[in-house]
């Protein structure tokens, strides 16, 4: 039998950096983007794997992840990862899981 499976991600939300210079040109037009990891199974959201952020400043287009990121990136970056939510589309395969398992427990007390 074939399965597909992997790691995937999608955007969560993106938002401006203001007032935070870039580190390789100095232009303040850097923005980040935060982003929902998860493993997938035929393409199918099945376990979230959390949150990760990029920055990428649009003059220059320097991309960085955020172990690469500098301190100044980093104190508004982690603002936008607490604010930011995971889809429930990352949950609904575990939650269908969970329904199944209650349901065989619930089936297996009235036998």
């Given at each position: 039998m074939l399965f597909f499976f992997g790691i995937g991600t999608s955007v969560i939300s993106s938002h401006p950096l203001a007032g935070v210079?870039?580190?390789?040109?100095?232009n303040t037009s850097v923005g980040v983007a935060i982003y929902s990891r998860y493993l997938y199974v035929f393409w199918i959201p099945v376990i979230p794997l959390g949150k990760c952020s990029v920055s990428q400043c649009a003059h220059c287009k320097q991309a960085l992840n955020e172990s690469e990121m500098p301190p100044a990136y980093l104190q508004k970056?982690?603002?936008?990862k607490q604010q930011a939510k995971l889809p429930v589309s990352n949950y609904i395969v575990l939650a269908l899981l969970?329904?199944?398992?209650?349901?065989?427990?619930?089936?297996?007390?009235?036998?």
């Open positions: 210079p870039c580190g390789n040109c100095g970056v982690s603002l936008f969970g329904v199944v398992v209650a349901f065989s427990f619930v089936a297996s007390l009235f036998k």
